[in-house]
């Protein structure tokens, strides 16, 4: 009856959320829903009636996603309801300079989740704020794409422990002061999920969860502009059933895409997104959000739809999760990464583009392109912040606009293939170990993958692996957003190379950058002696340094040209006429910055990593792979 009132004053048009959302209840425990509610329901009819005004039970299903949310909101614990009203008297806490995340598989950092607890000492001692902990829940046995193919949304995988478990988890983390974000898989279900076998039974309610075709006609048309994104599992962009049917698949042939043309599809996931608010998810992680809606003659990639759909989600959770932020996962054009970071979409998003250009300059010894991005690519909607990471369980993809390249010289195709030799060795001069993902011996095309240690050169024994560590991290640590360790990398930890012997993951090269806690490594975090007591040392000094400096908060950042091709270079403003000045050189030589370059500073200024002054009146002399952090005063 409550839902048939609010459809019928929706079919009416009538804006009066209020009075709409008032005849759900009358119980004073849900009147601070219904003050939240009354903000984004119209948005979010807004956006159902550009997603499904052509369908007969678009409204309906709206009533119902309404309803949803308020049930959940009322049985949201009294801890998190808290942790909503403290998010909402400081929106901004994310921007933080004491922002520090980490992120590791459970069960190889850790055993299970028991040992994510245990280690929460040792993620205080490191400064974290934030930890994200990779796909966790229940999946196929086997090859299941590291978790990434889900077979429930609300059971954790057995192995590592159970949803109560997680819940208590996310609790210790919250009074430790660290956000706990989980991957949230968007795009697909595994082919053993509910939904997934249901729908291939043609259960009523399930039939048009995925896309299932009888003959190769549809999938043929769909092929005709979509691209192949795992050409060794499976050609285009669907796999064939045991009964002769088609069914869409992007990614392994086990993960199954779900259609959210179907507003049932809609409903059914916000109810795992609320599922996990309540049981303490602070972020999450929205996986291959590009995907995520299907339209004939497009590419299916980043359609305006996609866009539309992860706003309406985020209309509902802040209706029943007001706290929860969404970040975006979308290795992509960069103009198309920058297109899902908005407050009303994904408060936050990985920076791709940073974190590939990081390794380009490395690899050239030259840095224009990553300035050239750090000039043009940086700046974002007020209320949001990137994610910004020196590697991460994936591949690195050279995700840099051809366009940008080309103003430099630079030919896109040819370098990206120059980029992929450099990393797996194949390139003179090469000091990286990497091993070469999906390689595509037909188009030439391939990603990379190794850890940061083995990537920069400690691996080789390169003379400046460990610097190149530091310097990729320092870029990431200052540019501004919320800086991303994967765990492990802060002790110099190699690539694991015994990936190949275990058939789940041999056919997958990117297990080589996923190895097991390095306890020898951790155990030689205090000794100078070691590789990994060198770099914990200097990395930790620089997540020190940064939680004590203001100037590192937010977004904002200023390009300085040093008129050095090797030096990458901005200023982080603080306050009125002083500024924090970053330089790095990715080249294995000495670069000199002239005074004339550095003289629009006052030459007084301060390191504040090495807590000394420094006279800039002369000029200044950056070592090979040396990166300084200095608090100036502007002109």
Known sequence: MRQALLVTQLHSGSHDVARILSSLTDAQAEREFLAGAELHLPRLHELFVRLYGDRPDGLERLASVVDLARRSW??????????????????????????????????????????????????????????????LFDSPEGNSDGGYAVSSYRRVNPKLGTMEELAELAADLRRAGISLVVDFIFNHTSNEHEWAQKAIAGEAGYEDFYLIFPDREMPDAYERTTREIFPDDHPGSFVQLDDGRWIWATFYHFQWDLNYANPAVFEAMAGEMLFLANQGVEILRMDAVAFIWKQLGTPCESLPEAHLLLQAFNAVLRMAAPGMLFKSEAIVHPDEVVSYISPDECQISYNPLQMALTWEALATRDGRLLQQALERRHDLPEGTAWVNYVRSHDDIGWTFADEDAA????????????????????????????????????????????TTASLAGIEAGDAGGEDRVILAHALALSTGGIPLLYLGDEVAQLNDYSYAERAEEAGDSRWVHRPHRPAERYAERTDADTAAGRVYSRLTRLTEVRRSTPEFAGNELVAFDTHVASVVAFLRPGDVGFAVLVLANVADSPAEIDAVTLSGLAPEALDLVAVHPVWLGAGLTLAPHGVRWLRVRLR
Not at 120 to 128: D, H, T, V
Not at 415 to 433: I, K, P, Q, T
């Open 74 to 135: 009322v049985s949201r614990p009294r801890a998190l309801k808290a942790l909503d009203r403290e998010r909402a008297s400081d929106p901004d806490w994310f921007e933080s300079e004491r922002m520090l995340g980490g992120v590791c598989y459970v069960d190889r950092y850790a055993g299970g989740l028991s040992g994510i607890r245990d280690s929460i000492p040792y993620f205080r001692e490191l400064g974290l704020t934030y930890l994200h902990l990779m796909p």
């Open 407 to 450: 103003e430099l010289g630079i030919d896109g195709y040819p370098h990206r293939r120059f980029l992929n030799d450099f990393y797996v060795g194949r390139a003179e001069g090469s000091f990286a170990r990497g091993v070469p993902f999906q390689e595509n011996p037909r188009t030439g095309d391939a990603r990379v993958t190794g």
